[in-house]
């Protein structure tokens, strides 16, 4: 297994070490609003564990998808609230 | 649609779980195990993705091995949302529907953190204590950043130790239980040797880190990212200081959806015999979702479960004394961690209840059952369906917990409508 793969951040090209979370990849990426809430603050996860559903994004078009619960993949495409 | 038949379903793959699993199989049955996460080992043994040394790693590693020597079938990232009867469950993974017959279930959902809501609870930054653990154990990196470890429950100082060696620096260590009760939980560890050694070397290791008895967090300020964290204590002192990151979590609840859903009898957790049998005949309960206990009753019970599930109950019966030791310590984590009621009155007008549904805890605090809340204010409709809101409002206003409904988890409409089809079709 490699050291580090490459997922793409809103458009943006990220490396992270195998095996990261895609919600522990975002966070050190600096994204902070994971989801947007229905008033308009940004969320970003709190349980780390699926319980929350803070840490939801459109990863490769699925929307809504657990960040914390989704290790990376190479080639990955992630999409936050700061694009939708 | 995919069938699956096996002797002893186990839903769950933290301790409670494998051992389970493993009693089970050793027994000669044919064993599947179940669990929603993408790896083995629940919370209590999380792996940590950047150290495949780590004992909780290697721990899980042996234990995976001796599964599938075993022929144990483990399928991960697959969560049970539908029951048709206890022993007939229906499953998703990957968008795949899975009917599950079993002989008998052994529940080992685990538990999941008590957060409560306090003024600015939702800013990006606060994060439970084990959720933040989970996340560093996932890669997020915490080095060099400022990190405030709150709440309740031998958890913080493992946690906050934890947090250390990734090179963050712990500000402070906030428990909110008294100084005196906290004197007792320690002495208490002189009674069961192995909790005594790790608490022991969770001390030498941690050093000095600043604890704090008797103060808790009342604010998280920030713009919106947290920034400061406001901290109060019995006589109503404050302070705010400057950190990066906020653990927050005010202990664990046992997650007992899928119990309640095939009826078993539930009150502080799962209620359960001396053989892990719950009310419902064939269904077995072991771990975190009969009441918190850690990981050392955890694995009694589990074992307890899996060889009862296999019809070894004289085996089940000789372990009978570890179970009483394992109980006794969850009374005293019980007793000498029990939230005060000032923590009650953090809330604010203004205050988020419902993180999902952005409801503020004027709009719930005047009504008086689970249900009615939902119905009323949307609070617990959204995608964590209650998760987080349900156990905060049974603290602050003694709500009971609603029925639950399945699915037990959010599915794609795709899943949905064939579980739909696929009853109707075998109504008919």
Redesign the interface.
């Given at each position: 297994m490699p050291d580090h793969i490459c997922i793409r951040v809103d458009g943006v090209e990220h490396r992270v070490g195998a095996g990261t979370s895609v919600a522990a990849a975002l966070w050190n990426a600096g994204v902070r609003a994971f989801r947007v809430s229905p008033s308009g603050a940004p969320r970003a996860p709190a349980c780390g564990m699926g319980t929350c559903f803070e840490c939801r994004v459109t990863i490769d078009g699925r929307p809504d998808t657990l960040s914390c619960q989704t290790p990376c993949r190479e080639g990955m495409e992630v999409r936050t609230a700061h694009e939708a | 649609m995919k069938r699956e038949r096996t002797e002893v379903l186990v839903v769950g793959g933290g301790p409670a779980g494998l051992a389970a699993a493993e009693a089970a199989a050793g027994a000669g049955r044919s064993v599947m195990l179940l669990d929603?996460?993408?790896r083995l080992g629940g919370?209590l043994w999380r792996a940590d993705?950047?150290d495949a040394q780590s004992p909780h790693g290697r721990e899980v590693d042996g234990r995976r091995r001796r599964l599938a020597a075993a022929g144990v079938v483990v399928r991960m990232?697959t969560t049970v949302i539908d029951a048709e009867a206890p022993t007939r469950l229906w499953a998703h993974c990957a968008d795949e529907l899975l009917h599950l017959h079993a002989d008998r279930v052994v529940l080992a959902s685990g538990a999941?953190?008590l957060?409560l809501p306090f003024p600015g609870w939702?800013r990006?930054?606060?994060?439970?204590v084990?959720?933040?653990?989970?996340?560093?154990k996932?890669?997020?990196?915490v080095d060099g950043r400022r990190v405030v470890v709150a709440g309740t429950g031998p958890l913080l100082l493992a946690v906050a130790s934890a947090l250390r060696r990734k090179g963050a620096k712990i500000v402070h260590v906030l428990e909110q239980t008294s100084r005196a009760r906290l004197a007792r939980f320690g002495l208490g560890l002189w009674r069961t040797p192995s909790k005594l050694t790790q608490g022991l070397s969770l001390m030498l290791r941690g050093g000095a880190l600043p604890l704090r008895a008797g103060a808790w967090p009342c604010e998280a300020h920030g713009d919106?990212?947290l920034r400061r964290v406001t901290v109060t204590d019995a006589r109503g002192s404050t302070s705010t200081i400057e950190c990066d990151l906020l653990a927050c979590g005010f202990g664990l609840v046992p997650q007992t959806r899928l119990a309640r859903l095939l009826s078993c009898e539930v009150d502080d957790g799962v209620v359960v015999d001396a053989l892990q049998r719950t009310s419902v005949p064939n269904v077995f309960a072991a771990g975190e979702l009969c009441g918190i206990g850690g990981h050392e009753k955890a694995l009694v019970e589990g074992q307890i479960a899996g060889l009862a599930a296999a019809g070894q109950l004289r085996s089940a019966r000789a372990l009978a004394g570890s179970r009483r030791r394992a109980l006794a310590f969850a009374r005293r984590l019980a007793r000498d961690f029990a939230l005060r009621d000032a923590l009650r009155r953090l809330v604010t007008d203004d205050t988020?209840v419902c993180?999902?549904?952005?409801v503020p805890w004027s709009h719930v605090r005047d009504h008086t059952d689970a249900r009615h809340t939902k119905l009323t204010t949307r609070c617990g409709m959204?995608?964590?369906q209650g998760?987080?809101c349900q156990p905060a409002l049974a603290y602050l206003l003694g709500h009971g917990p609603d029925r639950p409904r399945p699915p037990l988890r959010?599915v794609p409409l795709g899943v949905l409508a064939e579980l739909r089809t696929t009853i109707e079709g075998t109504a008919r």
């Open positions: - | 929603d996460n993408p919370q993705v950047r990232a999941r953190e957060l939702t990006p930054g606060v994060f439970g084990g959720g933040l653990q989970a996340l560093v996932a890669g997020l990196d919106p990212t988020i993180r999902c549904e952005d959204g995608p964590c998760r987080v959010p």
